[in-house]
């Protein structure tokens, strides 16, 4: 299937990829049906987009919040999750909105709501975390400056 991108222009994609978001994500109800574009070339990457297939000019930056903070753990209410379908530990991705301002060095992730995703059923949704400590908007660019550098062995 061609898919119309802002960003990417067409791309295309396997209709097996489709990622269905049930409620939507907050502040984006209409849009249901949504793709993971990632750099598969580079999987240092922590970053990769969730393009809606509905909405050509709708895609959300996202990060790995694992690849950046390795004790990221937050908790949800287990009863949504479920609502994802049947899974084990594995089947789950996680990944955290990132706002980019034409300022790049004022970056901030969303780490109080991250999209969790079952990779086997292919449904998603943004899931308020319980954790206090984790931000709306955390500034990711003095973390991403030293993941980067460790990874190339700086």
Not at 75 to 98: P, R, W
């Amino acid at each position: 299937m061609i898919l119309n991108t802002k960003h990417f222009g067409q791309i295309q994609i396997q209709e097996d990829k489709i990622l269905i978001f049930e409620e939507g994500i907050p502040g984006f109800p209409n849009n249901k049906k949504y793709v993971l574009i990632c750099d598969e070339e580079n999987e240092d990457s922590p970053f990769c987009w969730l393009q809606s297939v509905e909405d050509e000019n709708i895609a959300f930056a996202l990060l790995n919040p694992t690849k950046i903070y390795s004790n990221y753990s937050p908790k949800v209410d287990d009863d949504l999750i479920k609502s994802l379908g049947d899974f084990s530990a594995n089947d789950l991705a996680l990944y955290c909105i990132v706002v980019i301002p034409e300022n790049y060095k004022k970056m901030t992730v969303n780490l109080k709501a991250p999209i969790v995703i079952n990779t086997i059923t292919k449904k998603g949704m943004q899931i308020i975390a319980e954790n206090e400590e984790y931000e709306i908007r955390h500034n990711i660019f003095n973390d991403l400056t030293e993941y980067t550098s460790t990874k190339e062995g700086v």
